[in-house]
């Protein structure tokens, strides 16, 4: 019945002479989104976006444009022949869609055709008649109805939409420039991901994967964490570091209390590298102050000094619970708290230094060859393309079909 | 030959066996382990559980894998009396029910605990009116069969939930075994329904595995403590084989249901037509009852005799349930509806599946003819 969905641009429309590049965005990511459903024609206004479903299913549709950032708010269309039998009709089954008993409703006519045989008030009147008449005892509500139904008259035909859906908000990913998000695999990097995205950042990933101290199955874990954020994007970069040479290095030359500031440096060193060579602007993280000993302020500066790039820590001051709130609701949760070792959690000292010494750390690293480590882990990178619906587990239900 | 006992239990489809091997040789490590191998089977397992509750329309987490009908019946009773027992200590459950409930009560009964056997009118369906007069403020579970093993009879299960809905902490437990496929028990959010149990062998499925519905926020204490498998709630290593192989069956005997009930009911009717032209037959199934069952008897002649004569034709029925018809116990369904003992011990129960088609009911009207006049002769 739905024939129709439009999406209304959030606060992109204020964002003057980039905004008509902004839209073109959104409208590709929205393509691309909804590139399998072939028979639905995508149409980016000014001010909206419309979607023709054409036999599409909308329950579906839906569900994707909600993930999409740079969407305010989605409304179900039908859109109908200029008669009031018609449209009364349609607006019985916009109701249908959304109505529980007790609810109120109002009806919302606009007339852009000026020509058409009845006036606002009347068609406000006559299809708020049917309506009552279809849902026995419902009650008519001016100020803030549970259902609002919108009647727009136009030339080619009368639209009506219901209530408005909530939308992902946020800017059209790619509108921010890209950014190398270093992905471990725990809660927090996904989150900060999912903000980076938000904020309009395309996101390559990066993982450091050091075999055989670290499983093939936290690796899978890294690219299902990177598969859910593509979601809320496109189809992501993802960049696998081997990481054993330096973490056995490390582990053998470093005093224990070093440890993690150093291996943190050699992570930022390499993802700050591949940035480069990948134009990426900016690098993201997952960290948030205090949390563990690499995340103190003291700490923070030690590592930071590798490079001058910016840094963008979206949960910097955000509290574990709420941080897991989050990750819930992108549906990573359950996939980071899996437990497999990562490589921050091998070899980790008991005791590290919360707050190291910038000279104590150039000192041992001066006996290392750290050029040279950066240079072979950046050449070993494996790199791969994360689309929806590659996780481990629906390659697994593609295999298992056949069981069942 | 022909198959009509399929209440007892049913032959396992071809596809379903060919997932059993397949999972039985290349997923047969177990689901706990570590390692990829584990891993691989921990993912089959709980795609087999997603599969489930999509198919029976309720989430995931709600559903359990026991080794048969009879383990649910038996955890959902015990572990409602053990969870519950200083809340209060009275059970309810009707007369009629499979061994595998009545003995678990009886066993509870002498233990200390209080339990109420509603009675059944001579259909064999208990009233609404005893259910109210029996509910008191002790009461912590109420077990009802939806369809009787026996007779067919289908007991009033929404009824039933429409009025448990004032006591919303009485835990109400249907015992759905001879009810998939052939009568729609709706569980989830809307039901009254807090437990469901099935069994996979009475649809084609593999011996030795049960499904237990257990609706999100039901508690009860665990019978096979473990290794905690089965979310804590059913230790034991899972049964990878069975329960995928047993998904498979769920998955095909719900996709045919309505087809394949619209079959068996016609099978049914043509066979009480036909019964109803002889006037030494009596028919116990009530007028209303599910699609794959019906009980009867030759007057006078022990159901036992009846079943060795039809095998002599090649067709293979059962006296009543298969738990007691070796014991030569006589119908306990039977008795429970007010028929006498040596009526009841003539009944015999025909059961069908999809697998059956009207040319085997034909073919068995005219052996049961043949078997008919040959009694008749001698009494």
Known sequence: ????????????????????????????????????????????????????????????????????????TISPVIKVEKTIEQASKAAISLMEETHQPGQTFKITARRADHDWDYETNEVNRIIGQAVTEAFPGIKVKMKNPDNNIRVEIRLDGI????????????????????????????????????????????????????????????????????????????????????????????????????????????????????????????????????????????????????????????????????????????DTFELSVLPYEDCCTIFSPPKPRTKPKLAHVLETEGKLDVEGMVQRAVDGIKVERIQLNQTQEAKQKAIFEDLF | MIYFDNSATTEMALPVLDSYTKVSQQYYANPSSLHEKGETAASLLDQSRKRVAKLLGVSSEEIVFTSGGTEGDNWVIKGTAFEKMTYGKHLITTSIEHPAVLEAYRQLERMGWDVTYLPVDETGIISLIDLKSAVKKETVLVSVMAVNNETGSIQPIEEIGEYLKAYPTVHFHVDAVQAIGKVPVKLGADSRIDMAVFSAHKFHGPKGVGIVYVKKGKKLSPLLSGGGQEGNQRSGTENLPGIVSATKALNDVLQSASEDRRKMMEMITTLKHYLSQLNKVNVYTPETHAPHILCF???????????????????????????????????????????????????????????????????????????????????
């Open chain 2, 297 to 379: 008897g030759i007057r006078n002649i022990k159901g036992e005799v009846v079943v060795h004569a039809l095998e002599k034709h090649g067709i293979t029925v059962s006296t009543t349930s298969a738990c007691s018809s070796k014991k030569q116990a006589e119908s306990s369904t039977l008795l429970a509806m007010g028929i006498a003992k040596k009526q009841a011990e003539t009944a015999i129960r025909v059961s069908l599946s999809r697998n059956n088609s009207m040319e085997e009911m034909e073919k068995f009207i005219e052996s049961f003819e043949v078997v008919y006049r040959g009694f008749y002769g001698i009494h």
């Open chain 1, 159 to 330: 639209y009506l939409s219901s209530n408005s859906i909530k939308g992902a908000g946020g800017l059209p990913s790619g509108t921010s420039g890209k950014g190398m998000l270093m992905m471990s695999g725990g809660i927090d990097s996904p989150v900060a991901g999912y903000y980076a995205l938000k904020r309009g950042l395309e996101l390559e990933a990066v993982h450091f994967h050091s075999p055989p101290y670290t499983s093939p199955q936290a690796l899978q874990k890294a690219k299902d964490l990177t598969e859910k954020l593509v979601r809320y994007s496109r189809p992501t970069t993802f960049i696998e570091v081997p990481f054993t040479e330096i973490q056995e290095t490390i582990k053998k030359y470093v005093p224990q209390g070093y440890v993690m500031t150093i291996t943190r440096r050699m992570m930022l060193r390499i993802t700050d590298q591949l940035r480069e060579k990948r134009n990426g602007l900016a690098i993201i993280n997952g960290e948030s102050l205090g949390q563990v000993a690499s995340q103190t302020l003291e700490s923070m500066a030690v590592i930071n000094e590798v490079t001058t790039t910016p840094i963008l820590r979206p949960l910097i001051t955000t509290d574990k619970n709420d941080i897991i709130t989050v990750a819930q609701n992108i």
């Open chain 1, 1 to 72: 019945m739905i024939t129709e969905v439009m999406a209304r641009y959030g606060e992109l429309s204020t964002k003057g002479k980039n905004r008509k590049l902004f839209i073109k965005q959104l409208g590709k990511n929205v393509e691309e989104a909804l590139s399998a459903y072939s028979n639905l024609i995508i149409k980016a206004h000014r001010d909206r976006l419309h979607i023709e479903l054409n036999g599409e299913p909308y329950e579906e549709v839906l569900e994707r444009l909600k993930t999409i950032f740079g969407i305010q």
